[in-house]
């Protein structure tokens, strides 16, 4: 039978459900955290572009576009996640 | 940046936020599918899929000069991104001359780091002045 989810302010999410998949090959974590180390303050921050919604328009962003520009760029789990 | 598409974007800013800002959100809401951006970022949670709440504070070189991530039932304090970004563009107006010190806030005294200030910063910051 279904449940209910509870709402709350993570996004809901499944995935497959019973054994856990067995854990990828060292080498791919390894470059896993590697990539994450590169963040850091003080060091240059990792160029991208993405689509976006701005005031009735579909756009593309580009970081290096703003180059010039303090910029907040903020992560979140989703839209209508409450907080 | 979230991993919703612009469309759900819209949806949110049309339905919800333009209720709670005039004229909706004055910034670009970006669309993060897979994860791909928040990872090289750090902040994507590969488990529940999704981005944790991660802030970066990008300077005018494109260097990031702070950053803040929490999960997610706790929001942000934007006073305080705000205080963060004033700091960093007095530092920056200065060339690294000055420095501001804990709970510096716009009007408050900035310190300017030498020789001279060794040992000496007790005699012109006071403690409370880190508080409001």
């Excluded at chain 1, 576009?65 to 303090?70: A, R, S």
């Excluded at chain 2, 809401?29 to 999704?50: R, T």
């Amino acid at each position: 039978m279904a449940k209910e989810i509870k709402a709350g302010c993570a996004r809901p999410t499944g995935g497959p459900v019973g054994e856990k998949k067995k854990k990828a090959p060292v080498k791919e974590e390894s470059m896993i955290e590697e990539v994450r180390s590169m963040i850091k303050v003080g060091q240059k921050a990792p160029d991208f572009s993405a689509p976006a919604y701005h005031k009735g328009k579909f756009i593309s962003v580009q970081l290096s576009d703003y180059l010039g520009k303090w910029v907040v760029l903020c992560f979140y789990p989703g839209d209508f996640t409450f907080v | 940046m979230s991993i919703d598409s612009v469309f759900v974007h819209k949806m949110w800013n049309d339905h919800e936020l333009s209720k709670m800002v005039k004229g909706g959100v004055p910034f670009a809401m970006l669309s993060d599918a897979g994860g791909k951006v928040g990872s090289v970022f750090g902040v994507y949670d590969e488990d529940a899929g999704v981005e944790t709440r991660g802030r970066f504070i990008i300077d005018p070189d494109g260097v990031i000069q702070g950053y803040e991530v929490l999960t997610p039932p706790v929001g942000r304090n934007v006073s305080e991104s705000l205080r963060q970004i004033q700091a960093f563009q007095v530092v920056r107006k200065s060339k690294g001359t000055e420095a501001t010190p804990s709970g510096w806030k716009p009007g408050k005294m900035t310190l300017k780091p030498g020789p001279d200030l060794v040992g000496k910063v007790w005699e012109v910051w006071k403690t409370n002045m880190a508080f409001d």
